[in-house]
T-cell receptor
């Protein structure tokens, strides 16, 4: 079972920041927060992951609250190509053979 | 960048035909996975492999088999397809070292069984 809760859908204007929230109130100490996205009819794409510190890469930033019970994925300047379903997942950092469990995700629509 | 490729993007088969889906990764990853994705059911793990010639059943292995003869290739075989195997099939790979085992996915194969 997915251990995260996300809003089913969000809209964002092109060029603006998209802030996607995720609640993971039962996260345990050895679990990381991962974000993937899936553009329609394509395979999931890894975005970013983190434990407790904020993380940034070329795609996005990840802000994790101090109690680690929630996080926000930030796409700083959303484009039409960022329209996708975004999945927030919690899992141990190293879990050989461990399957990914995707919840329902947030369908982000970036509009011109 | 990690590159995971799958042999076909779209396939249409008739019931009872054999299907061979191949996945290749170029990052020297030890772990490879086959999932299927269906609306409302999310990702479901069929099989995974953590080394050449090694395989482990996932949650729904019935009706499928796999082969891992080389480290970079992981094949999914449907010996005799049925209509309930119509689905999106996704291959993934990950590193098995001491760091993150982030899974990277291929583009997917959408299989339709008539």
């Amino acid at each position: 079972d997915a251990k995260t809760t996300q809003p089913p859908s969000m809209d964002c204007a092109e060029g603006r920041a998209a802030n996607l929230p995720c609640n993971h109130s039962t996260i345990s100490g050895n679990e990381y927060v991962y974000w993937y996205r899936q553009i329609h009819s394509q395979g999931p794409q890894y975005i970013i992951h983190g434990l407790k510190n904020n993380e940034t890469n070329e795609m996005a930033s990840l802000i994790i609250t101090e109690d680690r019970k929630s996080s926000t994925l930030i796409l700083p300047h959303a484009t039409l190509r960022d329209t996708a379903v975004y999945y927030c997942i919690v899992r141990p950092l190293y879990n050989q053979g461990g399957k990914l469990i995707f919840g329902q995700g947030t369908e982000l629509s970036v509009k011109p | 960048d990690v590159k995971v490729t799958q042999s076909s993007r779209y396939l249409v088969k008739r019931t009872g035909e054999k299907v061979f889906l191949e996945c290749v990764q170029d990052m020297d990853h030890e772990n490879m996975f086959w999932y299927r994705q269906d609306p409302g059911l999310g990702l479901r793990l069929i099989y995974f492999s953590y080394d050449v010639k090694m395989k482990e059943k996932g949650d729904i292995p019935e009706g499928y088999s796999v082969s891992r003869e080389k480290k970079e290739r992981f094949s999914l075989i449907l010996e005799s397809t049925s209509t309930n195997q119509t689905s999106m099939y996704l291959c993934a790979s990950s590193f098995a070292g001491g760091g993150s085992d982030t899974q990277y996915f291929g583009p997917g194969t959408r299989l339709t069984v008539l």
